[in-house]
Every structure is written in C-alpha cells, then in structure tokens.
Nanobody, 123 residues
C-alpha cells in the first residue's frame, strides 16, 4: 500500500507559477507510472502529466510547454512545476501512481492517489 500526500497548492495570479509536491510513503520499484490529475466540481478528472519509471513524460495539450512533471528518486517525491498559470488551470490537483507501464495513458487504473491540493488562479 502506498500513501500519497500532496502539498504546494494555493492562490496565484494569472501568469504566475506554482510547484506542487507529492510525497510517497514508500519506495516504488520499477516499473511504475506516475500521474498528475486535476478535477473541478461537476467535471470528470483531467489528466495533466505522466511519467514512467524510465523518466519518459507525457502532457495534456492544455498544459504542454507550461507544466513540467519531475521526480526526486531519493526522496520518493513527485513534482509538478506549473508556469504561466491561467484561470482555467484552477482545480484540485492530485497525484496518482500505478505499477506497470504508462501504456494506457491517463486511462490507467492508478489505484493509489492522494487527497489533492487546491490551486486557484485569479485573473
């Protein structure tokens, strides 16, 4: 069982930046697939970024070039660096992980997920 705890959310003005963290309670042995999702009330979750155990990444079109997913292997912490934030990026952001590959993309099972951290972008 892996527990995930996100942090780093808050309020930011449009054009600003924010870095989210996701701390895992245990080291995960490869292969694995990490993900960041976001969700707003009344909407389905939206995949934001993926990273596999080889370090390959994938991004949603809406955040490509603005967001960066990364991982500190020593601290078993996942990050999401968000730049040029816009009001439409406002959402609850949460991290998730599954064993295996990222071949299913954002449609993967991701049985382990955190509680989320709120990001609010004002215009």
């Amino acid at each position: 069982q892996v527990q995930l705890v996100e942090s780093g959310g808050g309020s930011v003005q449009a054009g600003g930046s924010r870095k989210l963290s996701c701390a895992a309670s245990a080291y995960m042995h490869a292969p694995y697939c990490w993900a960041w999702f976001r969700q707003t009330p009344g909407k389905d979750r939206e995949g934001v970024a993926l990273m596999n155990s080889a370090g390959a990444t994938m991004y949603a079109d809406s955040v490509q070039g603005r967001f960066t997913i990364s991982k500190d292997t020593v601290k078993t912490t996942l990050y999401l660096t968000m730049n040029s934030l816009q009001p439409e990026d406002t959402a609850m952001y949460y991290c998730a992980v599954q064993y295996g590959s990222c071949s299913a993309g954002f449609e993967g099972v991701f049985p382990y997920r955190g509680q989320g951290t709120q990001v609010t972008v004002s215009s």
